[in-house]
């Protein structure tokens, strides 16, 4: 595989990652970005990453030597005309990502597949602009992309097969675990994952419990590494209220989705989380983070109905076969890091309980929301 030549566009968060990612995995990098101060810094962080490498004893020194050669940094489009494939990691903007790709087509071989890292858009819509729209394919990388081994592979209505397979295997022999997902919004993860974050602040909103009384229910009693509050706050409420936007409108407004006032008031007051000192905990110096109330009755429905909402949502992603069981398995353990699949967990605690409390909440709400998945019924019936 040494031969292939990959290039990637934007060397931001995403890109310094995955151009690291493909160089350990001894292939010819050019890393492209139209500013220079990030091109600079992404080389700087590849030093330093690397060279940590070295001293972990993780990768040999002449090992470290070749990564680093292996990356050329430029602001010119036309170091990227040998790649074989190129990864797009630029701003989330439709318009931009097309003038980038049209951009592309003209510089690269007819040969060279074009891939998005895009977390939102359709590949389908960014593949429009191409003229051999049949090589476009989204290769979604989880941040920080040298560490987590989930890669959403996600074909879109114009990509061949052979790109898929090729990509796929691509993006395995670089040690990750790829997982094929539909061109639907939010692919997998950031679609099967939204009750962890939105039934938590529904829970919230309707004065069950506080932020630390629900995040110590799903970390004590569920086992997640981390609470939804913790959570939006380390990913930033910023980027997390604009996932839950983007999948709600792109879902012609399910009321699954419904982004919650909560979060939208913690965004527009800059309460984004640790990066801004503040979000639902405050992260000032001194400030004691807020004790929860370690009440296991109340503990066990916060824990139950968020639980019954993801797998309901992961049935839903079956249904629709956005992915395979195996995959969607896959997805949540690799990528979010759940503790277990949620279909495993599901068959663990009982199906049939599942479905209860599905069936009480949608009764007791009436809300659309609560609707269990007809085929999560239909297994209990088989
Ligand atoms: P970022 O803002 O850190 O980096 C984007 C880079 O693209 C910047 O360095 C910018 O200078 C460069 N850029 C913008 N327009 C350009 C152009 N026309 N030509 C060349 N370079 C250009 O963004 P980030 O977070 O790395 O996201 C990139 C993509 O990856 C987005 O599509 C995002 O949705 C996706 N993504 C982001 C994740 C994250 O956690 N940050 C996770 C998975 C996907």
């Known amino acids: 595989m040494s031969q292939i030549i990959i290039g990637v566009v934007g060397a931001g968060t995403m890109g310094e990652g995955i151009a690291q990612v493909a160089a ?17 810094k992404a080389k700087s962080n590849h030093e330093k990453i690397i060279s940590r490498l070295v001293e972990k004893e993780k990768i040999t020194q002449s090992k470290s030597l070749e990564v680093l050669k292996n990356i050329t940094y430029s602001s010119d489009f036309n170091t990227l005309k040998d790649s074989d494939l190129v990864i797009e990691a630029i701003v989330e903007k439709l318009e ?16 060279c597949v074009l891939a998005s890292n895009t977390s939102s858009l359709s590949i389908a819509s960014i593949g429009s602009v191409l003229q051999n729209s049949d090589r476009i394919i989204g290769v979604h990388f989880f941040n920080p992309a040298p560490l987590m081994p989930l890669v959403e592979i996600v074909p879109g209505l114009q990509t061949s097969k052979f790109v898929l397979d090729n990509a796929y295997s691509l993006i395995k022999s670089w040690g990750k675990l790829p997982v094929i997902a539909k061109d639907t919004p939010g692919f997998i993860v950031n679609r ?5 974050y939105g039934e938590a602040l529904r829970i ?10 629900i995040d110590w229910a799903m970390t004590e009693i569920g086992g997640f590494k981390m609470g939804p509050f913790t959570l939006m706050d380390y990913i930033g409420n910023d980027v997390n209220y604009a996932v839950t ?57 916060i824990f139950n109905r968020i639980l019954s909402m993801l797998v309901n949502e992961a049935y839903d992603a079956l249904f629709m076969n956005v992915a395979s069981k195996e995959d969607l398995e896959t ?14 967990w599901s068959e663990e605690i009982g199906l049939d309980n599942i479905l209860n409390t599905l069936k009480d909440l949608f009764e007791e709400y009436g809300e659309d929301r609560y609707r269990p998945n007809p085929l999560l019924k239909r297994v209990l019936q088989d």
């Open 24 to 40: 350990m995995s001894n292939h010819k990098v050019c890393l492209v970005d139209l500013n220079e101060s990030v091109l600079s």
């Open 96 to 111: 931009v990502k097309h003038n980038v790709f049209r951009e592309l087509e003209k510089i690269v071989s007819k040969d």
């Open 192 to 196: 099967v994952a939204r009750p962890f």
């Open 204 to 213: 919230y909103e309707e004065g069950i419990a506080d932020f630390a009384t």
């Open 245 to 301: 936007e983007s999948v709600f409108t792109s879902f012609y407004y399910d009321p699954r989705f419904k982004p919650s006032f909560t979060q939208k008031r913690h965004f527009e007051a800059g309460f984004y989380g640790r990066k801004s000192g503040r979000g639902y905990y405050d992260y000032s110096n001194n400030v004691e983070k807020p004790s929860p109330i370690k009440d296991y009755k109340i503990g066990n429905y």
């Open 331 to 344: 997805a949540m353990t690799k990528g979010v890091n759940y503790p277990k699949g949620l279909f495993e």
